[in-house]
């Protein structure tokens, strides 16, 4: 039996503001994904810390459940060793990344706020992989414009997620394709924004919304224009675009 007008303009209208991390059109699907695939499967240590998280008053920044137990099983998939995350709030995606890598991997991390970092700190110290992370304190763009400069570490990154300030992903990515290996990764989240980009003039939509969705739009163009990499945008979580560098 076909929906109701009523019942169509109801759902539209949950999903024109943040609900929850997918953009699936069902919440009960969406339910039903994370109830039978990832919750099953999820870490106790991610599970901990999601919980931790989820009481946090900027809980909406967190990496979703789902999104956490692609990038474990990605980073498997391409056997990174060597990776970096700009944006990691208290660490959730981290924890999925810091879980996939061998013993001797490594992460550089790089938030502005080391406090929530500190405050997932106790549960990825408990699950045996803090040694793997190397946290920075600050922004970002400073950082890897000294690794640049340095001339050392081009080339050398198999994985990289951004997590972070929107306004800056298109100054991220000029860097950061100098950074990632041929053959490597870097992954971009939150590129779907809410559904925003494709909402009209007139959208009801949050203030931070609207504000950062020009600069996600300005990125997806820029990415699916960029000869350097092959892409591939998901609709997990918050939509996530995938670049492998080829050249």
């Not at 991997?105 to 408990?126: F, S, T, W």
């Not at 494709?198 to 959208?203: E, F, I």
């Not at 600069?215 to 670049?243: H, M, S, W, Y």
């Amino acid at each position: 039996m076909a929906p109701t007008q009523a019942e169509q303009q109801t759902q539209a209208s949950r999903h024109q503001e943040v609900g929850h991390k997918s953009l699936l059109q069902s919440d009960k699907l969406y339910q039903y994904i994370l109830e039978t695939s990832v919750y099953p499967r999820e870490p106790e240590a991610m599970k901990e810390l999601r919980e931790l998280t989820a009481k946090h008053p900027w809980n909406l920044m967190t990496t979703s459940a789902d999104e956490g137990q692609f990038l474990n099983m990605l980073l498997k998939l391409i056997n990174a060793k060597n990776t970096m995350e700009i944006g990691v709030y208290t660490g959730y995606s981290l924890l999925a990344t810091a879980l996939a890598l061998p013993e001797d991997g490594k992460i550089l991390a790089m938030d502005i706020n080391r406090e929530n970092y500190e405050l997932g700190l106790p549960v990825i110290q408990k699950a045996g992989v803090a040694h793997k992370i190397d946290f920075k304190e600050g922004p970002a763009l400073p950082v890897l414009d000294q690794m640049i400069e340095a001339g050392t570490y081009h080339g050398t990154f198999d994985f990289i997620f951004v997590d972070a300030d929107k306004d800056n992903y298109i100054n991220y990515h000029k860097r950061l394709i100098e950074l990632v290996k041929v053959g490597g990764v870097i992954g971009y989240d939150n590129t779907l924004w809410n559904g925003s980009v494709v909402a009209p003039p007139d959208a009801p939509l949050r203030k931070y919304v609207l504000y950062y969705r020009d600069f996600v739009l300005e990125l997806n163009k820029a990415l699916a224009a960029d000869p350097r990499i092959e892409i591939c945008q998901l609709p997990v979580g918050d939509g996530i675009t995938l670049c492998r560098r080829i050249k």
